[in-house]
């Protein structure tokens, strides 16, 4: 304003370590004589009517289920665990703010020689059908593990605020 009667508020949100909140923000003003107020932003910056600060880490949990019975997953690939039944693997991701997209998984299949072998065509975790949604949990089950082979998996999610998940390996 011209008669240097500006006033400039700052308005601080997500200061909590926590913060993982959507915020919706409305500006109006008007003076003592029911003039509406001109608003205006610093240069370079828009008037956001909606946003969501994120400070949350996701989580990653993983567990294996051998016919009907939990199976011990193990990160030692000399130690793996055994069964003779087929393997079905499923990852949670704890995160409000979920996006397939950001969810990556990789599968690897050794031979009792260790060689590398191809006995299971993993499917694209990036599409939000694979995956269900209950309240913050998103969980995806991997295709059953049915072929002779020494399976290890690692999975990976960073949220839409950058904050990454730590990996399961």
Same mark, same amino acid.
């Given at each position: 304003l011209d008669d240097q009667r500006a006033i400039t508020y700052k308005i601080g949100f997500g200061k909590e370590a926590d913060a993982d909140h959507d915020y919706k923000v409305a500006m109006t003003g008007r003076d003592a004589s029911g003039n509406q107020a001109e608003i205006s932003f610093a240069d370079? +910056?828009?008037?956001?009517?909606?946003?969501?600060i994120d =400070?949350?880490?996701?989580?990653?949990?993983?567990?294996?289920?051998s016919d009907g019975k939990s199976l011990a997953m193990t990160t030692d690939p000399d130690n793996p665990a055994f069964t003779q039944h087929f393997v079905t693997v499923t990852e949670v991701v704890e995160e409000?703010?979920?996006?397939?997209?950001?969810? +990556?998984?990789?599968?690897?299949?050794?031979?009792?020689? =260790?060689?590398?072998v191809s006995v299971y065509q993993p499917i694209d975790i990036t599409k939000n059908n694979v995956w269900k949604k209950n309240g913050t949990e998103n969980t995806f089950t991997a295709n059953v593990f049915s072929e002779d082979a020494n399976y290890s998996a690692s999975f990976e999610y960073t949220d839409l605020a950058g904050n990454a998940a730590v990996p399961y390996e």
């Open positions: 370079g +910056s828009v008037a956001p009517s909606e946003f969501t =400070k949350v880490v996701p989580i990653i949990r993983v567990s294996a289920e409000r703010n979920f996006d397939a997209k950001d969810a +990556s998984y990789t599968i690897t299949q050794k031979n009792a020689k =260790k060689q590398d």
